[in-house]
């Protein structure tokens, strides 16, 4: 009887200060948007395997900037040319941090890399990194060899295909992926070396690249409901912990390769991108030193960019 009679006056007591929290607080004047669900809060309004079509259809009914929750979270989302500036140029500092998600703590090393990491010193050293010296036009027009001979390879390879049905998704993608890993890391790993024992096969490393540009566009529900997270209702959790070791495994013995390449030589000059940030790392002027995880995000983070810069119009235009 006592063990109700304490349940009671403490649902009693939540309700309470609930009530009162609800009745004090300030009124905001927030965006327009539909109600949403206790837990789940408007997840169910995305469900579907079509979800922007779901969040254009929001758009049309609720105007260019309106509120979602997503799960515990509120969402403001701009979908026009003066929500997009409000957000990227007027507010750009207030709304610069990324979100911390499963992702970005389990694929980048715990949000090291500029995509994940959050705003201030690291995160503008590593921008400036990124348009100075890795992404820069000197940079890429520096590896403009590579990428015309992995195309023309490309195309030794379509000449032979000739009259034989081809995917031609299949083949692009391959030659983005060929690029990426020469400019990246030096070495084209999408092919067999029979030189030399592999640390991974082609189609083990085809797969690892497609497993983390994969989870790291996913919806974790944890994401948004915090309490359920240590549940991984989806196995993503699982899948991105496994990706993330294999690629810090790969990642370290690609590391290992460069330094020995360059140990001992005097005024070396850098032969890829991981070679730029070893070099970078050896600064001692920077703001905030390189460790040996920040050149792995980093390297990680030309990767997934050149993956999305390596399309078909520019394909088109080395041709």
């Known amino acids: 009887m006592e063990l109700s009679t304490f349940a009671a006056l403490l649902l009693a007591t939540v309700a309470v200060i609930t009530l009162f929290r609800h009745l004090t607080r300030p009124k905001l004047n927030l965006p327009p948007g539909p109600k949403p669900w206790p837990i789940i809060g408007n997840l169910n309004l995305l469900a579907g395997p079509l979800p922007h079509r779901n969040m254009h259809a929001l758009v049309q009914k609720y105007g260019p900037i309106m509120q979602l929750k997503f799960g515990s979270y509120p969402v403001v989302v701009g979908s026009s040319v003066e929500m997009a500036e409000a957000v990227l140029k007027t507010n750009d500092v207030k709304l610069a941090d990324r979100p911390k998600i499963a992702a970005g703590k389990y694929t980048t090393y715990n949000y090291s890399n500029i995509t994940w990491s959050q705003y201030g010193p690291y995160w503008r050293q590593a921008r400036k990194i990124c348009l100075m010296e890795i992404f820069s036009p000197k940079r890429l027009d520096q590896f403009e060899t590579v990428r015309v ?34 400019l990246v890391l030096g070495k084209n790993y999408t092919v067999k070396d029979g030189n030399q024992k592999e640390y991974m096969s082609p189609k083990e490393f085809k797969e ?4 983390l540009f994969l989870l790291n566009g996913v919806l974790d529900i944890g994401d948004s409901i915090p309490w359920l997270a240590f549940l991984d209702l989806q196995g993503y ?9 294999l690629f ?9 390769e460069h330094q020995q390449r360059r140990k001992g030589v005097k005024n070396y000059v850098p032969q890829d991108m991981m070679d730029i940030l070893l070099q970078l790392s050896d600064d001692p002027n920077l703001e ?10 980093f390297t990680m983070v030309c990767s997934i960019h050149f993956n999305q810069r390596a399309n078909s119009s520019e394909l088109i235009k080395l041709v």
């Open 149 to 182: 001979q992995e195309l023309q390879a490309l195309l030794r390879k379509l000449f032979v295909s000739a009259g034989k049905p081809i995917n031609a998704r299949d083949n692009f993608s391959d030659l983005s992926l060929s690029v990426i890993s020469r």
């Open 208 to 211: 690892m690249i497609d497993e």
């Open 237 to 245: 959790i699982k899948r991105m912990k496994a990706v993330g070791q």
């Open 248 to 256: 810090d495994g790969f990642l370290e013995h690609t590391l290992n």
């Open 288 to 297: 905030v030193q390189l460790d040996r995880t920040a050149v792995k995000a």
